[in-house]
């Protein structure tokens, strides 16, 4: 079958020119990005061969599994780990609504790990036949680039099979690093942290970003004393800082232990755990130390340097607004390219390279009004603009509009834990620039704020839209106050 494929803006008859290599694409890496361009490619009518490594929980240099991080140590086994944690609570609260609940309640970690496990391994095997209802052609074992158009795949048992390809795409994603302090062998990350054996029982997390934020609230769910160290002021750089705000406060009620400012300078271990030594003099013993400091992009192994692939000094994979790197037969998408590291993204990303190569239709990724949640106890969730971001970018005045209310549910339980929601908006045109929301539900309710923020909704197309009552989301469509105006140049001022 005649194909047209859309290369350089000029779409060319390649029928003939497909015929001299074994596949019209090979993909490394079968995460997210990569199962989505293989199948997509697919689809409209290519010829796709991808590999991965074999599968296990615990990643490795030689290990890893179709579905890649996201589906087996990641996003799924992770929120799987929240809605449990997110239960101790929640009978907490059920007391005052009429449940009459034991002083002791037992958990039992194995058996969620046994479940969580389950699930990843359906998720997995979903993926497999999603590759071979598409007629993708899955290869196990590791792969890498040998030539411009040809890929070599070593298999489990050595066995080293080469193939050509008209386009190579690379998506191998990430890997959580670990910190060069010394006894950093002493510690674990995010892999190991969703296989652990035994529940902790003190646990010290070092890091500030999401991952870090999640497991604290984890563990702290699940009965930990957990003791959270981060570089700056508050956790979560990068996020609003009114929102970081509340979230610290939230961790630090929920009993979770936060050191701002603070390092870790060494771990040692002892007869009663690992010591943990900060970078203040202090000293603690733990028996799980969680490195949550980043991940750098799996490019290592991949051969891409010899081959004249330019990457970035952090390895990640350079390429254009189109995924496509300065080898013209050679892409990339996902995480190893270190642009906007979501898995919703690697997934777009992944549409568009196919549309792009094999559909006829030149598409690149749009990075604007892209929500994403931390799934901490309760979440945060964000689109658009943070107010600091809005000032620095915005020609005019911010208008920024708060609601901090107490949830209906914790009127009758008790908690004494506010939610908080947040809209940004440009004062002279009245289009509201960022959304963000900590509170129960808050993923939910971003994603379609999402799409009006998508669709350049401004605040009085908000004010005009009828609430559902009672629910948190409305106050969302009845934030008629301005809490404040920043002028031009101005600086953000919470009124936390």
């Not at 080469?162 to 510690?187: C, D, M, N, V």
């Not at 309760?378 to 708060?402: H, K, R």
Request: glycine letters at 10%; proline letters at 4%.
């Amino acid at each position: 079958m005649a194909r047209k494929m859309l290369v350089d803006g000029e779409l060319n008859q390649t029928n003939q020119e497909q015929a001299h290599y074994d596949f019209d694409l090979f993909v490394i890496g079968a995460g997210s990005g990569g199962v989505r361009a293989a199948r997509f490619s697919a689809n409209y009518g290519a010829k796709v061969g991808i590999c991965e490594l074999p599968f296990h929980p615990i990643s490795s240099e030689v290990i890893g599994g179709v579905g890649g991080t996201c589906v087996i140590r990641g996003c799924v086994p992770k929120k799987i780990l929240v809605y449990g944690a997110a239960f101790g609570g929640e009978i907490e609260d059920a007391r005052n609504y009429g449940w009459e609940v034991n002083e002791k309640l037992d958990f039992n970690w194995k058996k969620l790990l046994h479940k969580k496990t389950d699930e990843i391994l359906r998720l997995n095997g979903i993926y497999k036949r999603l590759l071979s209802n598409a007629g993708v052609k899955l290869f196990e074992g590791e792969g890498k680039v040998v030539g411009l158009n040809e890929v070599e795949v070593t298999q489990l048992d050595g066995t080293k099979l080469s193939y050509s390809a008209k386009h190579i795409l690379i998506a191998t994603g990430s890997r959580a690093q670990r910190p060069p302090i010394p006894g950093q062998e002493l510690g674990i990350t995010s892999d190991e942290a969703l296989s652990l054996d035994d529940l902790p029982k003190h646990a010290v997390v070092l890091g500030g970003g999401y991952i870090a934020v999640e497991f604290a609230s984890i563990w702290r769910g699940l009965g930990a004393t957990i003791d959270l160290f981060f570089r700056k002021e508050l956790p979560l750089r990068g996020f609003d800082d009114e929102m970081r705000t509340v979230v610290a406060r939230n961790l630090e009620g929920r009993g979770i232990n936060l050191h701002p400012q603070t390092n870790l300078k060494e771990l040692i271990k002892t007869d009663n755990g690992i010591k943990v030594i900060t970078d203040h003099g202090d000293e603690l013993i733990a028996d799980v130390v969680l490195f949550a400091t980043g991940r750098a992009p799996n490019s290592k192994r991949l051969n891409l340097e010899a081959v004249g692939v330019e990457l970035d000094k952090t390895g990640a994979v350079k390429v254009d607004e189109y995924s496509r790197t300065n080898i013209p037969s050679i892409w990339a998408v996902g995480d190893v390219t270190n642009r906007m590291n979501l898995t919703p993204v690697a997934l777009m990303e992944g549409t568009c390279f196919a549309k792009t190569v094999f559909g006829g239709e030149s598409s690149k990724p749009d990075y604007n009004s892209v929500p994403c949640a931390v799934f901490s106890i309760p979440p945060l969730s964000i689109v658009g603009l943070s107010e600091e971001q809005a000032i620095e970018q915005a020609n005019g005045d911010v208008l920024v509009f708060t609601s901090t209310f107490n949830p209906m549910k914790n009127t009758i339980s008790g908690r004494q834990e506010k939610t908080v929601m947040k809209l940004v908006v440009d004062a002279e045109t009245d289009k509201v620039l960022g959304a963000s929301m900590c509170g129960p539900d808050a993923p939910e309710i971003m994603q379609g704020i999402a799409v009006a923020l998508k669709c350049g909704a401004t605040k009085a197309q908000f004010d005009s839209t009828v609430g559902i009552h009672p629910s948190a989301a409305e106050e969302f469509v009845t934030m008629r106050s301005v809490s404040r105006r920043i002028t031009a140049g101005g600086k953000p001022k919470t009124n936390l």
